[in-house]
């Protein structure tokens, strides 16, 4: 059974860049589909950023693109999400999903396994 880990939250500030970390475990990032959500307080879980085990193509919301990137290193079972010119709004709990789907990869009911999340807090 796939296991993720996520790690890299923290309190920020607005304009400032972080990078999440999600470690796969119990099977190999390559081959699978990863995405990121996130959930703010009040609201529902969100597609963030995904990239596809068999295009390598990354999607991402209208909200983070240009400004979040999403990567794995296969070296080390890892996706990653780099997150530049944060705003107050990015402000959630940030999870990683997998899924062994290749497409329509925003929708959170296409993925099999979640982390526990990470926090991200960005002040104004």
């Known amino acids: 059974q796939v296991q993720l880990v996520e790690s890299g939250g923290g309190l920020m500030q607005a304009g400032d860049s972080l990078r999440l970390s999600c470690v796969v475990s119990?099977?190999?990032?390559?081959?699978?589909?990863m995405g990121w959500f996130r959930q703010a307080p009040g609201k529902e879980r969100e597609f963030v950023a995904a990239?596809?085990?068999?295009?390598?193509?990354?999607v991402y919301a209208d909200s983070v693109k240009g400004r979040f990137t999403i990567f794995r290193d296969s070296a080390k079972n890892t996706v990653y999400l780099r997150m530049n010119s944060l705003k107050f709004e990015d402000t959630a709990v940030y999870y990683c999903?997998?899924?062994?789907?290749?497409?329509?990869?925003?929708?959170?009911?296409?993925?099999?396994?979640w982390g526990q999340g990470t926090q991200v807090t960005v002040s104004s």
């Open positions: 990239i596809s085990w068999r295009t390598e193509i990354a």
């Open positions: 119990g099977g190999t990032a390559s081959t699978l589909s």
């Open positions: 999903a997998t899924t062994l789907q290749a497409y329509s990869l925003a929708y959170a009911a296409r993925y099999d396994s």
